[in-house]
């Protein structure tokens, strides 16, 4: 009996809403109608404006925090598992929470495989994301997981800077493995630095393993929350005798004071991709968007055709 393919549909979320038009535009739809209702006391209701019943569904949304990001997504999951939706796509560009992906001390959660269990209570039957910050939260899932990489995106700007005695590098430790795919890729040097934190977004200490000296740099991570790894980072090789130092992050937290920490930093570029909406207050951020990227891979998904291409590292 032939597999019959029924039109797929595009839902986003409300913060996902700008992004979600620009991967419908280059999906070749229009997005859907969803209406969120919110109550008095901050309560609020998703609800489709259309029928969705026997057929294929991408609902885009970040879930970074707070807490309403990822309690939309679940709430739009839920609501199109009861209105009979045949396949529910969790588009997440950003995964939140998925720092908690480990009891890195007694008694507390590991919140990312949480996360992933209420995703798939709620109704997901396949998830689609971009540069988890573990790679192994792909495990925390019983359903399957497409886990895009960005590199995609940054490696051609980057080729197009045609930047001499380029180096890559990794902020801390953590990171030397993906710092290491886009050296390889790009047939340059790699440089790492080594850090200790006092706390959380607090660093005590910091090292460079390498030498950068008459280099432009290039930091790589898979997010920029406070900023204050990367500009301390940055700071410290431009005194190593750096030419000039750039950082490229899949998604741009950017909370506190991050803005105000690029300003004064001699960083002189910050790429990054649209996962997350960023707010123009720096003339340092580059952004690009993620669009056709994930407008590709769910077309490819929703005819049961090959995404290897896409995984570059």
Partial sequence: MPIVITEAKIFACTQSKVLGEKIAKAFGAELG?????????????PSYEESIRGTRIFIIGSTNPGPENLMEMLLMIDAAKRASARHITAVL????????????????????????KMLE?????????????????????????DHLFASTIFLPYLRSLNLPNLTIASPDMGG??????????LE???????????????????????????????????????????????DLMMERGALSVRA??????????????????????????????VKPLSN????????????????KVH?????????VM
Avoid at 36 to 42: L, N
Wanted: hydrophobic share 40%.
């Fill in 33 to 45: 109608n969803v209406i969120t209702s919110t109550y008095s006391d901050g309560e609020f209701q």
């Fill in 93 to 116: 560009p950003y995964f939140g929470w998925a720092r908690q992906d480990r009891k890195d001390k007694p008694r507390v959660p590991i919140a990312a495989k949480l996360v992933a």
């Fill in 121 to 145: 209570a709620a109704g997901a039957t396949r998830i689609i994301t971009m540069d988890l910050h573990a790679d192994q939260i792909q495990g925390f899932f019983e359903r399957p997981v």
């Fill in 176 to 185: 030397s493995k993906r710092a290491y795919a886009y050296s390889k890729a």
């Fill in 188 to 234: 340059s040097d790699v440089v790492i630095c080594y850090k200790q934190r006092a706390k959380a977004n607090i660093i005590s200490h910091m090292e460079l393993i390498g030498d950068v000296t008459g280099k432009n740099v290039v930091l790589v991570d898979d997010m920029v929350d406070t900023a204050g790894t990367l500009t301390k980072a940055a």
């Fill in 248 to 277: 490229i992050c899949t998604h741009p937290i950017l909370s506190g004071n991050a803005y105000e920490k690029l300003e004064k930093s001699k960083l002189e570029e910050l790429i990054v991709t649209d996962s997350i909406p």
């Fill in 284 to 299: 340092k951020i580059k952004v690009l968007s993620c669009a056709e990227l994930f407008a590709e891979v769910m077309d």
């Fill in 303 to 311: 005819n049961n055709q090959s995404i290897s291409s896409k995984f």
